[in-house]
Each structure stands twice: as structure tokens, then as C-alpha cells.
């Protein structure tokens, strides 16, 4: 990674992406952060690194502008910063706000979306990129650099399937934890104290997460092998199919999926 950075908006989503960067090894030096709150640039400054409320300076040493504000201030803040882009490329983690929106908004051609999700802030990430056809190779390559201090990344040759990556891994985690809330409520009317259940279920979740990470079968496989015929885990889990557990959450991913095209498109 060579070049500078500006961050525009340095709440959550920037604060993890300079956490990560700082983590590995990143220069404080080659960062800026524009935000109007002196809160967040305490915070930021507080990391080392540079704070500034003019979004316009800020830009002005970057190679790559990240624009990390909420989706609703996305085109007042490109539209502010049209034709102070230049060459820099301009990265946005704004849910559902398009590249032609970007472009047409910003004035700059080099574009990239970003759907990241909140286990970035503990640098577990799931992170789905589209880029504009006009971004070369080694920007995306520093795009990448860059993003990996917080999670996986996957590039997609379609925009559209961020509505996908927004119904999967944007929304996901708040899936599990709502399966992992119900499970908390089986084990209290069980008769276990809220506190060890959530023990139970939380440990529970992060071994299967790391088997399922780790091991290169698929997760059905890895349900197959403990699963014992006649067992407590084939009552749990014929229940739950017989129950419509399949039906239902692939019904719940794709009404994601269905909001999140039309936010696109609205
Ligand atoms: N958090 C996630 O895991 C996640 C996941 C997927 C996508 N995203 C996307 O990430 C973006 C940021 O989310 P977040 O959770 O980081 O939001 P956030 O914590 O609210 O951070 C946004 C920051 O932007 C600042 N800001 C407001 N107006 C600005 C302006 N004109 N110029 C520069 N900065 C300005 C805000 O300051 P004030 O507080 O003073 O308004 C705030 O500090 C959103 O578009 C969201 O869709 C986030």
C-alpha cells in the first residue's frame, strides 16, 4: 500500500478500517479524517491520526477516498467534492447508493462500492466490492490492501449481486444473533440462568463458526457428521425442517435482498 487516505465520515465503519490499517503496521501520517464532529475527531486524533472538518482539505493529499457517511448525506457530500477528485479513486461503504449515482454526483469516473458488515469492527468482516470498469488493477489491488485489515474481501463483476451480498453477509450477522437470542430463550425456559445460557449459546456459536471456517466441507456436512441416527441433534434438526426452517430463511434472505434493490433504487 503506497498511498494516502482520506476518510470521509469517521464514525464506525472508518474507525474500524483505521483500526485494522493501524493494526497492520499502516502509517498514522498517511490518513485523514473529515467529520464535523468534534467527538469523532477526538477519537480519530486520539489514534494519531489527522482530523479536519473540511471535507474539500481533506481530500486534497489522498490516493483514495473512502466515503464512510450514512447513505442519506452521500450526495450532498459527492456532490461538495465534484471535481476535487481528480484521479483519486473514490470508495463507498453507503448502503445502496450506485456507482452511476457516484459518478454522476461526484464527477470522478474511478468508483468503487463497498458492502462491508459489522464484525469489521472486529475485524471479522465480510466485505463485497464492485468496482467501475474504469479502475484499473493496482487501484484495486490498494483497495483491497486496505480492506483486508478488516475481513475477507470478494470482488463481484455484477452490481446487482451487492444486493445479494447485502441480503447474505450485510444482514447475516443480525440472523444469527437472532437465532442465537431464541436459543438463549430455550435454555431459560429449560430452567438455566440468562447468563449461562448466553455462555452456552455464544460459545457455541463462535466453535461451530471456526469449524465451519476452518474445515473445507460444506456447513451440511459438517451438520451430517453430528448428527447420530435416533440422536438428540436429528430430533432438533427434523424439527426444525419440518417446521419450514429451510423455506423460511431463505424467504427472509431474499426480502433483504427485495429491500435492498429497491433503497438502490429509490
Ligand atoms: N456500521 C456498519 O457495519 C456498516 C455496514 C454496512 C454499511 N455501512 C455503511 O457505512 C456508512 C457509515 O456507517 P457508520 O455506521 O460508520 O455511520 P456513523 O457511525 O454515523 O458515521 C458517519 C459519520 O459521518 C459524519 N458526517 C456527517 N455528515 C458529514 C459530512 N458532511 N462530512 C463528513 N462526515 C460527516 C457523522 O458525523 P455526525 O455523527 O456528527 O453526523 C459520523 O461521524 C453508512 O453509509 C452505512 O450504510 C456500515
Not at 32 to 37: E, G, I, K, L, Q
Not at 44 to 49: A, Q, S, Y
Not at 159 to 184: C, K, N, Q, R
Request: one cysteine or more; aromatic letters at 4%; proline letters at 5%.
Amino acid at each position: 500500500m503506497n498511498g494516502n487516505l482520506t476518510f470521509i465520515g469517521g464514525g464506525n465503519i472508518a474507525q474500524a478500517i483505521i483500526g485494522g490499517l493501524l493494526e497492520t503496521g499502516f502509517s498514522p501520517d498517511r490518513m485523514t479524517v473529515a467529520d464535523p464532529s468534534p467527538e469523532q475527531g477526538a477519537t480519530i486524533e486520539r489514534l494519531g491520526v489527522a482530523w479536519d472538518t473540511d471535507n474539500l482539505k481533506a481530500v486534497d493529499s489522498a490516493d483514495l477516498v473512502f466515503l464512510c457517511v450514512k447513505p442519506g448525506l452521500a450526495q450532498t457530500v459527492c456532490e461538495a467534492l465534484a471535481g476535487s477528485l481528480d484521479q483519486k479513486c473514490l470508495i463507498s461503504v453507503a448502503a445502496g447508493i450506485t456507482t452511476t449515482q457516484l459518478k454522476q454526483w461526484s464527477h470522478s469516473g474511478l468508483v468503487v462500492r463497498c458492502m462491508p458488515n459489522t464484525p469489521a469492527l472486529v475485524r471479522s468482516g465480510m466485505l463485497g466490492l464492485y468496482a467501475d470498469p474504469s479502475v484499473a488493477a493496482p487501484i484495486r489491488d490498494e483497495v483491497v490492501a486496505c480492506l483486508s485489515s478488516v475481513g475477507i474481501t470478494e470482488w463481484f463483476t455484477r452490481e446487482a449481486d451487492l444486493d445479494a451480498v447485502t441480503a447474505i453477509s450485510g444482514s447475516g450477522p443480525a440472523y444469527f444473533f437472532y437465532l442465537m437470542e431464541t436459543m438463549v430463550k430455550a435454555a431459560e425456559k429449560m430452567g438455566i440462568s440468562k447468563a449461562t445460557a448466553t455462555t452456552l449459546v455464544t460459545q457455541t456459536a463462535l466453535g461451530a463458526a471456526k469449524m465451519a471456517h476452518q474445515n473445507p466441507q460444506s456447513p451440511e456436512i459438517l451438520r451430517q457428521q453430528v448428527t447420530s441416527p435416533g440422536g438428540t441433534t436429528q430430533a432438533a434438526c427434523e424439527t426444525l425442517s419440518q417446521g419450514g426452517f429451510d423455506a423460511l430463511v431463505i424467504e427472509a434472505c431474499e426480502a433483504a435482498k427485495v429491500r435492498s434493490e429497491t433503497l438502490s433504487s429509490s
